[in-house]
T-cell receptor
Framework: QKEVEQNSGPLSVPEGAIASLNCTYSDRVSQSFFWYRQYSGKSPELIMSIYSNGDKEDGRFTAQLNKASQYVSLLIRDSQPSDSATYLCAVNDYDYKLSFGAGTTVTVRA | KAGVTQTPRYLIKTRGQQVTLSCSPISGHRSVSWYQQTPGQGLQFLFEYFSETQRNKGNFPGRFSGRQFSNSRSEMNVSTLELGDSALYLC??????????????FGPGTRLTVL
């Protein structure tokens, strides 16, 4: 059974700070990694995808992947109240499905 | 380009009934996946379809079934509803459902309540 673990949270950060979200996965063959954001009562929306070791930046978001450590993270810089949501880590390993972590709820304090 | 659409958005059923949910993928997407989301279990994979063929199935009882049509639209059916089936049912579409860069995009979901 493939497992995806996320830091349990909830995570509370002041506005303007960096929010750091972590995710580990159990299956070494996993190749594609995704971060989705889910607002309360809404469906998940894609924030970032990452496939290669290293960092990938998109605006205020940076995803980091370390396949040797089976670790993927998401940094949210200059956090805004609109970033308050649950962040889901997802892993795709070629069996036509995504495995999701339980999610980390982030609250940005104004 | 229109996103993934799901109908209906909300459903209330009673135990023992059956329900059919519908999903229309993003134009050009041929893979459709279904997920169940509950507060206790999180997002759980139900099944995935591509070209009318089920390629993977999650660990759910046989009461949960699905199908895909030639236009890539998909339906899922839950028979003999139980209270525990109350959940948000999410459909996601992607181009081919496989490959390094294939990305799943979610629809708004169908909120099913079983009384």
């Amino acid at each position: 059974q493939k497992e995806v673990e996320q830091n349990s949270g909830p995570l509370s950060v002041p506005e303007g700070a960096i929010a750091s979200l972590n995710c580990t996965y159990s299956d070494r063959v996993s190749q594609s990694f995704f971060w989705y954001r889910q607002y309360s009562g809404k469906s998940p929306e894609l924030i970032m995808s990452i496939y290669s070791n290293g960092d990938k930046e998109d605006g205020r978001f940076t995803a980091q992947l370390n396949k040797a450590s089976q670790y993927v993270s998401l940094l949210i810089r200059d956090s805004q109240p609109s970033d308050s949501a649950t962040y889901l880590c997802a892993v795709n390993d070629y069996d036509y499905k995504l495995s999701f972590g339980a999610g980390t709820t982030v609250t940005v304090r104004a | 380009k229109a996103g993934v659409t799901q109908t209906p958005r909300y459903l209330i059923k009673t135990r023992g009934q059956q329900v059919t949910l519908s999903c229309s993928p993003i134009s050009g997407h041929r893979s459709v996946s279904w997920y169940q989301q509950t507060p206790g279990q999180g997002l759980q994979f139900l099944f995935e379809y591509f070209s009318e063929t089920q390629r993977n199935k999650g660990n759910f009882p046989g009461r949960f079934s699905g199908r895909q049509f030639s236009n890539s639209r998909s339906e899922m059916n839950v028979s003999t509803l139980e209270l525990g089936d109350s959940a948000l049912y999410l459909c996601a579409s992607s181009l081919v459902g496989a490959g390094l860069t294939d990305t799943q995009y979610f629809g708004p979901g169908t909120r099913l309540t079983v009384l």
